[in-house]
């Protein structure tokens, strides 16, 4: 079993509805990351987690640490959201562990 | 504007053949890192370095060398021992070693292996 798993793998929207991404992850953890990969490959860190929630925007992203769960939320979604979603959390010994990623597309 | 710069963006390479990426930071941060990205897998650390002049084996480390001259350069050598090299490499930063109040990711380098 995967130690950071990530569901849906794939997700089409139409513009404007709601999404969640959901993240399960299996080890302890100090910290977890949100990262946005678009088409070209780049990837930008859109949140850091520790506790609670935080908003940037129309992106929106939970913890619950004693669930082991996190979630990244988008309102009001747009085609230029359309990409990959990794979650990432930090490992006991500061190493990144990687989700496999979501795949958002958001049709016009 | 500070951030990672890898180049070049698409590589080809013919079996055999060694190949190096290239990592370049402004961003003075002392730890620097190489993922491997293949699809439908998480990325998967291949090396890191702490300091200049020091580094360490990543979980896929084979076929694969790095070196830290400088603080902002952190190339990574594709050998001719990798077995599959065709692959989305990735470099990251941050501000010390497994401090990662911020991820810093470059742009990428496809590799194919033509």
């Known amino acids: 079993k995967n130690e950071v798993e990530q569901s849906p793998q794939n997700l089409t929207a139409q513009e404007g509805e709601f999404i969640t991404i959901n993240c399960s992850y299996s080890?302890?953890?100090?910290?977890l990351h949100w990262l946005q990969q678009h088409p070209g490959g780049g990837i930008v860190s859109l949140f850091m987690l520790s506790s609670g929630k935080k908003k940037h925007g129309r992106l929106i992203a939970t913890i619950n640490i004693q669930e082991k769960h996190s979630s990244l939320h988008i309102t009001a979604s747009h085609p230029r959201d359309s990409a990959v979603y990794i979650c990432a959390v930090e490992g006991s010994q500061g190493n990144l562990i990687f989700g496999k990623g979501t795949k958002l597309s958001v049709k016009p | 504007d500070g951030g990672i710069t890898q180049s070049p963006k698409y590589l080809f390479r013919k079996e055999g053949q060694n190949v190096t990426l290239s990592c370049e930071q402004n961003?003075?941060?002392?730890?620097m890192y190489w993922y491997r990205q293949d699809p439908g897998q998480g990325l998967r650390l291949i090396y890191y370095s702490q300091i200049v002049n020091d580094f360490q084996k990543g979980d896929i480390a084979e076929g694969y060398s790095v070196s830290r001259e400088k603080k902002e350069s952190f190339p990574l050598t594709v050998t001719s021992a990798q077995k599959n090299p065709t692959a989305f490499y990735l470099c990251?930063?941050?501000?010390?070693?497994?401090?990662?109040?911020?991820?810093?990711f470059g742009q990428g380098t496809r590799l194919t292996v033509v």
């Open positions: 080890v302890g953890i100090s910290a």
């Open positions: 961003l003075n941060h002392d730890a």
């Open positions: 990251a930063s941050s501000i010390l070693p497994r401090v990662w109040t911020e991820a810093f």
